[in-house]
């Protein structure tokens, strides 16, 4: 159930209770693909660094270790021993994006997998039982993410597919959660807007599946290569036609700057790869920009990351320790980055709740922005 506590414009502070917990929105949810996060991050270390939700995938764990093994093993929260709610997205993005020589019919993809190349067929029933065997606490529809280049026409005739997929996704989920072997009865599905960058394509398919009565609302094939002007312009038409009393989720975004601009355009749920990704090559984020800590400058540099920053690396470590530990290529270096990182966008999303609580939302942002503009000294 989706509870919205406190708005501020399209802004909204909001909490979702799940099986496996209250979520409080918005919310930044921690990239864990394969069931860990990349940069030696242990379920313990995200229960230190404020992480409220886990996101993993659905195509990368079918391939490997397999859905079903995950399945004899408990499902995922118990396979990964993590007890907060995780998300699973359908697969969709990246059989769209890894697979080679796929071919879209009505019935699904069927396309071959990028680790040993054997023939793979997945469409909205497959995702939704694969997601029933990992046994999250949200799934997500499988949808097709056409490019955000893609030709009207094209577009148009995805964005059908993807809509009358939903239709099976709910179907089969409402199947899977009433039957008696099924892990998590409770699995919440959330639909998946697409349309590229055409205004009335995106809002025609939002009013579509909003008539669904679902538990919540993404906007997907966006930050996959159209600027951000004309990210933040879909999310403005788009959001609106959306049910508000229902969780927004912009999958894939992104930069501590997007996060700020979607929330004050009423999205609730983001995730995104930059902060494991950055920390794991030594690119940091402060309050007063991003860092690179192989820039020979902080060679003799002994303060933290941040000055009064609490994550595990800037507790302890000086920026001249761990980028001694990049340069040698030791792990500690890049999971101290990572878990920096991590820390550093949880902790943005608690400042931005507690500026919507407060209603300061509009000035916390322009300083939070103002500050990060700033550039490392």
């Given at each position: 159930?989706?509870?919205?506590?406190?708005?501020?414009?399209?802004?909204?502070?909001?909490?979702?209770?799940?099986?496996?917990?209250?979520?409080?929105?918005?919310?930044?949810?921690?990239?864990?693909?394969?069931?860990?996060?990349?940069?030696?991050?242990?379920?313990?270390?995200?229960?230190?660094?404020?992480?409220?939700?886990?996101?993993?995938?659905?195509?990368?764990?079918?391939?490997?270790?397999?859905d079903e093994i995950i399945r004899k093993l408990g499902g995922l929260h118990k396979f990964m021993s993590w007890n907060k709610p995780?998300?699973?997205?359908?697969?969709?993005?990246?059989?769209?994006?890894?697979?080679?020589?796929?071919?879209?019919?009505?019935?699904?993809?069927?396309?071959?997998?990028?680790?040993?190349?054997?023939?793979?067929?997945?469409?909205?029933?497959?995702?939704?039982?694969?997601?029933?065997?990992?046994?999250?606490?949200?799934a997500m529809a499988f949808d097709e993410c056409p490019s955000s280049r893609a030709d009207r026409t094209y577009v148009k005739e995805?964005?059908?597919?993807?809509?009358?997929?939903?239709e099976r996704c709910k179907k089969e989920m409402a199947r899977l959660n009433a039957l008696d072997d099924t892990i998590n009865k409770?699995?919440?599905?959330?639909?998946?807007?697409?349309?590229?960058?055409?205004?009335?394509?995106?809002?025609?398919?939002?009013?579509?599946?909003?008539?669904?009565?679902?538990?919540?609302?993404?906007?997907?094939?966006?930050?996959?290569?159209?600027?951000?002007?004309?990210?933040?312009?879909?999310?403005?038409?788009?959001?609106?036609?959306?049910?508000?009393?229902?969780?927004?989720?912009?999958?894939?975004?992104?930069?501590?700057?997007?996060?700020?601009?979607?929330?004050?355009?009423?999205?609730?749920?983001?995730?995104?790869?930059?902060?494991?990704?950055?920390?794991?090559?030594?690119?940091?984020?402060?309050?007063?920009?991003?860092?690179?800590?192989?820039?020979?400058?902080?060679?003799?540099?002994?303060?933290?990351?941040?000055?009064?920053?609490?994550?595990?690396?800037?507790?302890?470590?000086?920026?001249?320790?761990?980028?001694?530990?990049?340069?040698?290529?030791?792990?500690?270096?890049?999971?101290?980055?990572?878990?920096?990182?991590?820390?550093?966008?949880?902790?943005?999303?608690?400042?931005?709740?507690?500026?919507?609580?407060?209603?300061?939302?509009?000035?916390?942002?322009?300083?939070?922005?103002?500050?990060?503009?700033?550039?490392?000294?």
């Amino acid at each position: 159930m989706y509870r919205i506590i406190k708005q501020e414009g399209r802004a909204k502070r909001g909490e979702l209770t799940t099986v496996h917990g209250v979520i409080q929105t918005p919310v930044f949810m921690n990239v864990g693909t394969v069931a860990a996060i990349k940069g030696a991050v242990s379920t313990e270390d995200l229960e230190g660094i404020k992480t409220q939700i886990e996101l993993s995938n659905t195509y990368h764990l079918h391939v490997r270790p397999g859905d079903e093994i995950i399945r004899k093993l408990g499902g995922l929260h118990k396979f990964m021993s993590w007890n907060k709610p995780i998300l699973t997205d359908s697969g969709g993005f990246q059989v769209f994006s890894l697979a080679s020589m796929r071919k879209i019919k009505e019935e699904g993809v069927y396309f071959n997998s990028h680790i040993d190349g054997r023939k793979i067929f997945m469409g909205p029933e497959e995702s939704m039982r694969i997601q029933s065997n990992l046994a999250s606490t949200i799934a997500m529809a499988f949808d097709e993410c056409p490019s955000s280049r893609a030709d009207r026409t094209y577009v148009k005739e995805s964005v059908d597919r993807t809509a009358r997929w939903l239709e099976r996704c709910k179907k089969e989920m409402a199947r899977l959660n009433a039957l008696d072997d099924t892990i998590n009865k409770k699995q919440l599905l959330f639909g998946i807007n697409q349309g590229a960058v055409f205004d009335d394509i995106r809002i025609e398919h939002a009013k579509r599946i909003a008539e669904m009565d679902l538990d919540g609302y993404a906007l997907g094939g966006l930050a996959v290569g159209e600027t951000h002007e004309e990210m933040y312009h879909i999310i403005e038409e788009t959001v609106p036609y959306l049910p508000v009393d229902k969780p927004t989720y912009l999958m894939g975004v992104g930069t501590p700057a997007n996060i700020l601009e979607g929330v004050e355009r009423g999205i609730d749920f983001f995730d995104c790869v930059y902060p494991s990704r950055n920390g794991r090559h030594g690119h940091l984020y402060t309050n007063k920009g991003k860092i690179n800590l192989f820039n020979a400058k902080y060679e003799l540099d002994e303060r933290p990351v941040e000055e009064g920053c609490q994550c595990p690396a800037c507790r302890r470590y000086s920026r001249a320790y761990i980028r001694h530990l990049l340069k040698a290529k030791e792990m500690l270096g890049m999971r101290l980055c990572v878990l920096h990182n991590l820390y550093f966008y949880n902790t943005m999303m608690e400042e931005i709740r507690n500026a919507l609580d407060m209603g300061e939302f509009a000035a916390y942002k322009k300083r939070k922005l103002s500050g990060m503009e700033q550039g490392e000294e």
